[in-house]
């Protein structure tokens, strides 16, 4: 998804470096007004793994895209996704 450019600008076949997704992130969020140090590629992984989770992915399947070895680590980046689902609140949080 996140691949180098040379450097005329040409993507290449190389993967960016997982430094490089951070910075990438972390300057596009403060373009837009986020805090940049409280975002970065973790942010992505987690809101993939969120998102595949409420749609009903397969454990197996989320850590064949995430890399994780470990079902504890991978569900360490899931939120919780259902937690203003029939929440008192859910008119207005």
């Known amino acids: 998804m996140f ?3 040379d450097a005329q600008g040409m993507m290449t076949k190389e ?3 997982d430094r490089s997704v951070a910075r990438l992130i972390q300057r596009y969020a403060e373009k ?3 805090d940049p140090a409280a975002v970065g590629a973790h942010s992505l992984r987690s809101g993939f793994l969120t998102e595949a989770a409420k749609s009903g992915a397969s454990l197996p399947k ?3 895209v995430s890399r994780q ?3 504890e680590v991978l569900l360490g980046y899931v939120r919780d996704a259902a937690l203003f689902e029939n929440h008192a609140g859910e008119r207005f949080l």
């Open 3 to 5: 691949y180098r450019t």
């Open 15 to 17: 993967p960016m470096s």
């Open 32 to 34: 837009v007004g986020l």
């Open 62 to 64: 989320m850590q064949e």
């Open 69 to 71: 070895k470990k079902v």
